[in-house]
């Protein structure tokens, strides 16, 4: 899959912007602040209907603007695909594809899978468990719209037992369906994400090796109270204990992702390189785990590089470079820098330049 062209009108600071890209690198140089991140995320929002950093829509339209536009031309090997997204204050999210606005925006996830690396995964480290749970939902969902649903139906049901648990209603039939549902549900979501756990882990170590090439030793384990026991039973033993708490202790929404660095947790131990590498090699796991549902992912790489010595940086630049990956987006504000690694990989690529929201090619000859 490629994305041949992209438009974005009021999108953050970006006025207007419009760009076609190399079917390889991109690479999109500026200072701190001049949008270089807005335009990344416009193109993960083209893929998953929201911003990568969880902004809320009423804060993606730019200041003083009723609206903001994004569209996307795509290639998936000579069969176009065009997306087009909306988004009005006060209203609902407009999301077409090839002229035809979607039922339900869920109906879109998986069509154009992404994997975006950014400063902001170190919340998968940092913060609770919450995070690390997302990041693997996101993982799956774009390869199993059976996956997708159960989450839905789970969410769904946990929030009106909730509610009944808050309220203190002693409704004990309808307590009884909305756990039947969180039983149902939850099993197959656990079962899911175990076994994409499982998957991960062997390409998680090898491109930790690529990057890193030392003997540092790292892992992932995913924990849940599913492995005691079944879901029904502890909803069911824990039911007056809830109803003190005012919410559902149990289940998969409690679920986390173990990270571990030579056998301790990295974020206890874990210096800001290391913790940087970790991630990156958790990001290409995740791409390739992707890759196998028979679409190259795009991958966008955004202010990587930072707290990473040159040796780790010219690896993951070589590494992505590599035929198995598909096109891919790079921000930096170090121009000259990354451009001379560019030039040892021989590769297609095509240099922007941002500033104050509005993105500029870089001409053949000032490459």
Do not use: W
């Not at 912007?17 to 949008?35: R, T, V, Y």
């Not at 270089?36 to 993606?60: E, G, R, V, W």
């Not at 879109?108 to 994997?115: A, C, E, F, T, W």
């Not at 986390?256 to 874990?270: C, K, P, Q, S, V």
């Amino acid at each position: 899959m490629i994305l041949k062209k992209l438009s974005v009108l009021n999108y953050k600071n970006i006025i207007q912007a419009e760009a076609d890209f190399s079917p390889k690198i991109n690479c999109f140089f500026g200072n701190n602040g001049m949008g270089k991140t807005n335009f990344m995320d416009a193109i993960y929002y083209l893929s998953f209907c929201k911003s990568h950093l969880n902004t809320p829509d009423s804060q993606i339209i730019r200041n003083g603007e009723d609206m903001c536009v994004l569209q996307g031309l795509y290639d998936f090997d000579g069969r176009e695909e065009e997306l087009f997204c909306a988004i009005r204050k006060k209203q609902r999210k407009l999301f077409k594809r090839n002229k035809k606005e979607y039922g339900k925006l869920s109906e879109h996830i998986g069509l154009l899978p992404l994997v975006m690396i950014s400063p902001a995964d170190a919340d998968l480290i940092q913060e609770g468990s919450d995070e690390r749970r997302r990041f693997l939902d996101l993982i799956i969902s774009q390869q199993d719209k059976n996956y997708l649903h159960s989450l839905i139906q789970y969410n769904k049901a946990l929030l009106q037992r909730n509610i009944l648990l808050k309220e203190q209603n002693r409704d004990y039939s309808l307590l009884d369906v909305l756990e039947m549902q969180l039983q149902m549900y939850g099993e197959m979501i656990y079962s899911k994400r175990k076994q994409t756990v499982d998957e991960l882990i062997p390409l998680f170590n090898r491109y930790h090796q690529q990057i890193c090439c030392s003997s540092e030793d790292v892992g992932l384990r995913y924990l849940s109270q599913l492995e005691e026991e079944s879901l029904e039973v502890r909803l069911k033993t824990n039911r007056e204990r809830d109803y003190i708490l005012g919410y559902t202790s149990s289940g998969i929404h409690k679920d986390d992702l173990e990270m571990t660095l030579n056998g301790a947790l990295i974020r206890r131990i874990g210096s800001q390189g290391q913790r940087k590498s970790f991630l990156i090699a958790l990001k290409l796991a995740q791409f390739s785990f992707l890759k196998q549902s028979g679409t190259i992912p795009l991958l966008l790489l955004d202010d990587i590089f930072d707290k990473l010595d040159a040796q780790r940086v010219a690896q993951i630049i070589r590494l992505v470079g590599d035929a198995q990956f598909g096109q891919i987006f790079i921000t930096d504000t170090n121009r000259k820098y990354l451009d001379e690694i560019l030039m040892t990989i021989n590769q297609d690529y095509a240099l922007f330049e941002v500033e104050q929201g509005r993105i500029t090619p870089m001409k053949s000859e000032e490459r």
